[in-house]
């Protein structure tokens, strides 16, 4: 077995972060819309994040926001003349357009792609997958420049391969790594790969929710297997449930989160519980590991509470000197259920046995919780030295990072401002300044 890290990848939230209620199916999305966002403390409550994680240390890196307004996006629509004019043209016809092509929802890098470590591929090499978030307008063309941002950072081919994102049709919605777990019994051993799916494209009788949308299918799960030479005996796939769905549980890690040999799920996540623990039993034992599974109950927390709190959007982290510490967001405590449930947890001599809490509430007043912010990436040590260095985080680029944010964010920004031609100007020098800090030029495409 290789010595290998886990490396979480944390989106830094752009200048343009705000609430336009985008994703039907996303309670918190819709029930904060229109209100007003403050993109500058968006971007510093997850620096905090990123800094006491690497302080602590956990292998911390971050993935840069995207160019906003997507000008592309908007020119491809129809909108057309100066940038100024492009911008005065979408929010007079269409501000929800408008909104799409401003939305800083490349910060939840859990939906950046799917990662494969190589301890799992035939090839033995790391595999990525950006995903193709078709299933709404404002996230569908992330995967380009998350696709273009993967391949600066992750550019040597004897270590890394990038791949093209599915196609963009509903059969092949894919979302990412916020429905996949890796579990194994530690980063560097062959792990199980664990695929949750919402619907099948080609199976009409296959269960699918009924008011929701179910973002990823189960042929964009078995492609992405097959794209990263995953090995089928250490490959399962389960149906989410799709009552939770129904309830806001618009992606798996809203109600499921695992790591190392832990499973740490509620008993509704799934269509068919006891069906899905034996397949992961059965294919953990093909590597010599038993899973342990942490099961919450519906009469201890219910499924509303679970979305409102993010209990499982948590960060089930293994810790240098043994154990496990969840990360997660201040709502979990001001949920009386949940509160209680996590007191007990910590002090029930199970696998989890410590806490750990941040105000991330800029985020998740859209839906994204401590795991939609961070993409995880098993590296042995010699993959971690490939990668690009400039986006690991230290304490130097912490400190350069909170000037950068305070120089170019607002502290506040309302549907009508994503009409100001200035907003796009500053957006823009903040990608710029950004370039340099992070050692990438070149990294956005702005013809
Ligand atoms: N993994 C968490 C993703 C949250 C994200 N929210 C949003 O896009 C809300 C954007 C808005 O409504 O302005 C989503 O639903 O995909």
Redesign the pocket.
């Known amino acids: 077995m290789r010595n290998a890290r886990e490396f979480n990848f944390d989106g830094l939230v752009g200048p343009s972060h ?6 039907f ?2 309670v ?3 029930n ?2 229109r209100s007003a966002s403050n993109p500058r403390q968006a971007a510093l409550q997850g620096l905090a994040k990123m800094r006491a994680l690497a302080a602590r240390g956990f292998a911390q890196g971050l993935l840069p926001p995207q160019a906003r307004p997507n000008f592309r996006l908007l020119r491809r629509l129809g909108f057309s003349g100066t940038d100024a004019d492009v911008l005065a043209q979408a929010y007079r016809e269409s501000p929800v357009i408008l ?1 799409c092509a401003y ?1 800083a ?1 490349p910060m ?1 890098t ?2 950046a792609a799917t990662v494969s470590p190589s301890a799992d591929t035939r090839d033995g090499r790391v595999h990525f997958t950006a995903a193709n ?1 078709n299933n ?1 307008l ?2 569908a063309e992330e995967h380009a420049q998350a696709t273009r941002t993967l391949r600066a950072l992750f550019a040597n081919p004897d270590r890394f391969v990038v791949h093209d994102p599915l196609p963009s049709t509903p059969a092949f919605g894919d ?1 990412g790594a ?1 429905n996949h777990t890796r579990f194994a019994s530690a980063h560097g051993a062959a792990g199980v790969e664990f695929f949750v799916y919402g619907r099948v494209e080609f199976d009409p009788s296959a269960p699918a929710p009924a008011k929701y949308p179910a973002r990823q299918t189960l042929e964009a799960s078995q492609a992405v297997a097959r794209l990263h030479g995953l090995d089928a005996a250490r490959t399962v796939f389960a149906s989410q449930n799709p009552d939770v769905i129904d309830q806001g549980v ?2 798996n ?1 809203v109600i499921a989160v695992g790591n190392g040999n832990v499973l740490f799920y509620h008993e509704q996540a799934f269509a068919n519980e006891a069906g899905t623990l034996e397949a992961l039993r059965r294919a953990l034992g093909v590597t010599g590991t038993d899973l342990r599974a942490v099961r919450v109950d519906t009469g201890v927390v219910p499924v509303a509470d679970a979305v409102a709190s993010y209990l499982f ?1 948590s960060q089930l982290l293994s810790k240098p000197d043994g154990g496990m510490a969840l990360v997660v967001p201040h709502e979990c405590r001001e949920t009386a259920t949940v509160a209680r449930y996590l007191e007990q947890l910590v002090a029930s001599g199970g696998p989890i046995d410590e806490l750990v809490e941040f105000d991330l509430r800029q985020s998740m007043r ?4 401590p ?2 912010l961070r993409l995880r990436v098993v590296l042995t040590d010699e993959e971690a030295t490939a990668m690009h260095q400039g986006v690991l985080m230290t304490e130097d680029l912490y400190a350069r990072l909170v000037p950068w944010v305070e120089r170019h964010y607002r502290d506040r920004v309302e549907p009508k401002d994503l009409a100001d031609p200035q907003l796009a100007i500053e957006c823009a020098a903040a990608l710029e300044d950004l370039e340099r800090i992070l050692g990438l030029p070149g990294l956005y495409d702005l013809a």
Do not use: I, T
Not at 18 to 23: F, P
Not at 366 to 369: A, I
């Open positions: 705000n609430y336009a209620g985008l994703s199916g996303n918190a999305s819709f904060n819309v909104a939305s929802s939840w859990a939906n978030l709404k404002h996230r979302e916020a618009f992606h890690d959007n859209n839906g994204g919780g795991a939609c």
